[in-house]
């Protein structure tokens, strides 16, 4: 019902506002921009939301850049650096650059950050980007090594997203909740002004250093929470919005019929799953340990009119349990075509000629959940379909207490396979498959430093994942950005908006 | 009337204590904060770092215990999600949900009192009959479908006011309206129904016959009986206000207590939830304690009782 009036109130917005000229504040060279979540902490380190990104990328650098169009990796506040062993690597950095309060960045920084950031009592809240370093030390004031616990050759990938460089001296005295509040990077864009939840101002960094990530061309940013999104859409009628991202596909097309916006649609790394208990946490006898029944439910759902009717834009069917642009991610795999007959042809092999019932459990997009129970009722899973939180759910999961879910993994904008595969299949507590082979050859591709070594076992990997139909791979998600006609932006596969990339027309 | 009143608060804050156990009690069953405050990337290992950093693996009522001594010297605590101090945290988006709540309460009485008076006075009336579909669409009416009809009209069409934010006091306008309108039915048709039953009643026939004045005879007489349980409803529909109005906060953005104490569940933020739960069951309580002054000064035979 809800959804029903949210659409004939958004409707109603549009149609009278067909007539109304939206204006960009581009005499006061302020793009203004809506969030629709409160961000907890702008300090990087202690927040994991998808804003919490986009400001990461606008105000501090990382030691190296990875271009979102070409994948390619360049230095950022390092010129070079290079593998002294397989798990020290050293880094060249860049003269001349200085903190947005004027403190010079130097080897002291890098080692700072480093060393607080890897040591877990300091509670950096995304352990995973962070636990594999071990230490930084200071070769001179321009050369800095950084140890690894281990063998991690996705390290230039996370050095190139969330591993961010913070200025010693302020740090060690503001803390996070100091950075939270009164941010300093070394980044295009510097904070002006935070208050929490609520407004984040922008400004652009004059003396950015000559960084691949490119000079700022507005100066001005300024970001509103605005958690509803008909509300960010009144915003942007009424002209006082440049941009919204994030905005549902059935808005976004009706935005896009209208001359004053323009609708860009971009794939994001996200790939939504149904998990199945194959390792038989649940119940050892529940159905889904029998191979046949977890092909059954690969062939029932119809996942290309889920992408066409649902999530629609550059949204695509995945058949791999990691995002397909993600190095390691081959899509040499098994694939399951969608096939009712067969899955239930399969599920009468399996001894279940007249299906059976399950719960089924998922956590958001309830739109897309409920698509998915009806086309395994059509072939006779029956399902006892649960909404929880994620908190809740996450917490079954870990108990072993999920025999069926629709999730969904973001991974973090790591372009590498470590960071979805590995996350599922290593024997951790969301592990619901457990298979010792899989562990072994995901242990070699995620430590080896060889490439084409990586490549040999995250292909046994995911082989033996799809050929097995551990999982059913749904589809990747897109993100629809909407802004007006005086705004100039292309945005990137890995969801994160760039500031430092907008222009205005 | 002191002992009465010092029973009244101590019975008060028992009921805060009692409210503030049971949530907290409530809130640790209805999923595990230590992965709701890991966030959706984080791994198993993460979790457990988390736990044992915030104390989660220790008893829940040393947990609660602690909590309660802290808020008694007024330190709630440190956000788990804002890593700020709660106290300070809840006062920036109470002076917004206060506004809001004192608006559109005050919005709600001015609007429903004149038009139940009147709809009592000419039963069946065209105003009697505007009043009953106000009354009747305020209630049918989803507030968030309101909030967005009163931006489309005032903030994108004509251009009036601003569609969302708490800036100036043009901001509050339309919410204020959308808050106080929830609110308006149930006190116009008390009051209609208050001052139908009084006009009625034997004292009022008397005072006609004694040739008070028709202006008397309704705000001497029948309004000061009549208003007694509008006056308990409005002190109940006040503190709904303060800690309901999270439609109304979502909508419009104004980042007020109600949205705050909403997400804070969402993201098992306990420190926050905690203190918003006390601190919004003692508004309650002082609202319905005045309430009660309020009455028994209105009605000096409540006093006794």
Known sequence: ????????????????????????????????????????????????????????????????????????YVGNLATSWEWIDDTTLEFKLREGVTFHNGEAFTADDVVFTVNYVADEQNGVKTQRNVNWMK??????????????????????????????????????EAGPSGMGLKPVGTGPYKVVEVVPGQHFVLEANENYHDSPKGQPSIKNVDIRTIP????????????????????????AEKLA???????????????????????????ADNPFTKKEVREAVNYAINRQELVDALLKGKSQVVNTPCFPSQFGCVQDVTAYEYNPEKAKELLAEAGYPD?????????????????????????GIKTDFKMLQYSALRELNMDGKVPLSFQTWGSYSINDASAMVSQFFKHGSLDSTRDDEVLEWLNVADSSTDPDERIEYYTKAIEKITGEAFWAPMFSYNTNYVFTQEVVYTPTPDEVLRFVDVTWK | MLPFILKRLGLALLVALTVSFISFSLLFLSGDPAAALAGETASGEDIEAIRRLYG?????????????????????????????????LIADRLQVTMTLGVCGILFALLTAVPLGVIAAIRPNSIIDRVALFLSV?????????????????????LGWLPPSGAATWRHFIMPTIVLGYYAMPAIMRLTRAGMLDVLNSDYIRTAR????????????????????????LAAVQMGFMLGGSIVVESVFALHGAGFLAWESIARNDLPTVQALILVFSMFYIVFTFLADVLNAWLDPRMRSS
């Open chain 1, 1 to 72: 019902m809800k959804r029903i009036f949210l659409g004939t109130a958004g409707l109603a917005a549009l149609t009278v506002s067909l007539a109304m000229p939206a204006f960009a504040d581009k005499a006061s060279d302020t793009l203004r921009v809506a969030f629709t979540k409160e961000l907890e902490n702008v300090d990087s380190y202690f927040n994991s939301s998808r804003e919490g990104v986009v400001l990461q990328r606008a105000v501090w650098d990382g030691l190296i850049y990875r271009d979102p169009e070409t994948n390619e």
């Open chain 1, 135 to 172: 230490s930084a030390e200071k070769i001179d004031d321009y050369t800095v090594r950084i140890t690894l616990k281990d063998k991690f050759p996705a390290a230039i990938e996370f050095l190139s997203g969330p591993v961010s460089m913070y200025p010693d001296e302020y740090y060690a």
């Open chain 1, 228 to 251: 509803d999104v008909n509300t960010q859409m009144a915003e942007l009628f009424s002209g006082s919005l440049d941009l919204i991202w994030q905005v549902p596909s059935d808005q």
């Open chain 1, 257 to 283: 019929t209208m001359d004053q916006f323009t609708v860009s649609n971009e794939s994001t790394m996200r790939v939504g799953y149904l998990q199945m208990d194959s390792a038989g946490r649940s119940g």
């Open chain 1, 355 to 379: 299906g059976f019932s399950t719960e089924f459990y998922a956590y958001r997009d309830r739109q897309y959940a409920e698509a998915i129970v009806s086309y395994l009722n059509a072939v």
């Open chain 2, 56 to 88: 989660f693996d220790r008893p829940m009522l040393v947990q609660y215990g602690e909590w309660l001594f802290a808020a008694l010297r007024g330190d709630f605590g440190e956000s788990y999600y804002f890593k700020l101090p709660v106290q300070s």
């Open chain 2, 137 to 157: 669409a305020g209630q049918a009416m989803p507030s968030f479908w309101f909030g967005l009809i009163l931006i489309v009209v005032f903030a994108i069409q």
């Open chain 2, 209 to 232: 016959a004694k040739g008070a004045s028709e202006g008397r005879v309704m705000f001497k007489h029948a309004l000061r009986n009549a208003i007694i349980p509008v006056v308990s």
